[in-house]
């Protein structure tokens, strides 16, 4: 099915639903680095007007992926695109109890 996935990405880059439905089924199967990279790769397909709809999935990849140092990297790096939104970072280290580090 990953293989499906990945032809029809080949074709349809441009299509925020296939790669959201793709990261999906990854972080399904806990495939963290497979996951993270394949939502990097989105964002780069995708242009700037779309980015909205996989940084909702990828916040929640964060979560998902249990990693402190992965789940940071994600929303230091989701506030250089929209640094107005300090405040769901913030609750995200609160959650991992490990604010102030």
């Known amino acids: ?3 499906t996935f990945e032809k029809a990405l080949v074709y349809l880059h441009k299509m925020p639903r296939i790669w959201m439905d793709y990261c ?16 990097d790769n989105a964002l780069k397909a995708l242009p700037v007007t779309q980015h909205d709809r996989i940084w909702k999935l990828y916040k929640r990849f964060a979560d998902f992926s249990g990693i402190l140092q992965v789940g940071m ?10 640094p107005t939104l300090r405040e769901d970072y913030v609750e995200y280290l ?3 109890h490990s604010f102030g580090k």
Do not use: V
């Open 1 to 3: 099915a990953n293989k």
């Open 24 to 39: 999906e089924f990854l972080m399904s199967q806990k495939l963290i680095t497979r996951t993270r990279k394949t939502l």
């Open 73 to 82: 990297s994600i929303y230091e790096r989701y506030l250089k695109y929209d």
């Open 94 to 96: 609160i959650k991992q």
